[in-house]
């Protein structure tokens, strides 16, 4: 990784996405999820605060290896077992039905491989487990559409590979998972950058 997106961006994202406005996404996300969760985009720990008590373990996943010290504060502050495990959600180093849950916050738009991702997603959480995921996503309209894909090339470059246009939903039930749940609105102001699609989804 360069020096950008290795030791500049983790530092800016942890700012960005750590925020209290984010938290409420972040929160409605985890409601109901509990025991041993695989989160790929761990970054820097910023769902920590939001896990509900049942959660017991996690295996995190992310390949800046800056966000584990950006992470330390609200490491000493869970009682969560967190394990670092791997550095891509194209390869989770988990057995098959390993864990009962998986989770995305704001990562599905940066893996440059999101079926791959996703299948290994359903490998690794057990038959009946749930994927929780709060993205930024494809927005609504195709004008707003229009907007995100002009913005793409920059934004890749810029944010590591983020994607604007990414259709959320449309990825996870593609991969065989079978949603539970799905709200997909505007975070804030309308830009190609806000609409959100939050939801949970079940591995049959």
Not at 68 to 96: W, Y
Not at 127 to 145: C, R
Request: aromatic letters at 8%.
């Amino acid at each position: 990784m360069g020096l950008y997106s290795d030791k500049v961006l983790p530092r800016v994202i942890d700012k960005v996405c750590g925020s209290s406005g984010m938290g409420v996404w972040r929160s409605r996300c985890l409601e109901g999820i509990s025991g041993v969760v695989v989160e790929p985009g761990f970054g820097s720990g910023t769902n920590l605060p939001y896990y509900p008590d049942e959660v017991t373990k996690v295996y995190a996943i992310d390949p800046a290896t800056l966000g584990r010290e950006l992470a330390k504060d609200r490491l000493a502050a869970t009682d969560i077992d967190v394990e670092f495990v791997g550095l891509t959600g194209e390869q989770i180093p988990l057995d098959d039905n390993s864990v009962n849950a998986g989770v995305l916050t704001f990562t599905l738009c940066t893996i440059p491989d999101p079926v791959a991702a996703l299948a290994e997603l359903r490998r690794v959480i057990e038959p009946g487990g749930a994927l929780h995921f709060v993205e930024h996503g494809k927005a609504p309209t195709d004008s707003m559409v229009k907007w995100q894909k002009r913005i793409d090339p920059v934004q890749r470059r810029l944010a590591d590979g983020c994607h604007l246009s990414r259709d959320i939903s449309g990825l996870i039930e593609d991969a065989g998972f079978e949603i539970e749940w799905t709200e997909a609105e505007y975070a804030d102001a309308t830009s190609p950058w806000s609409y959100f699609h939050i939801g949970v989804a079940k591995n049959p």
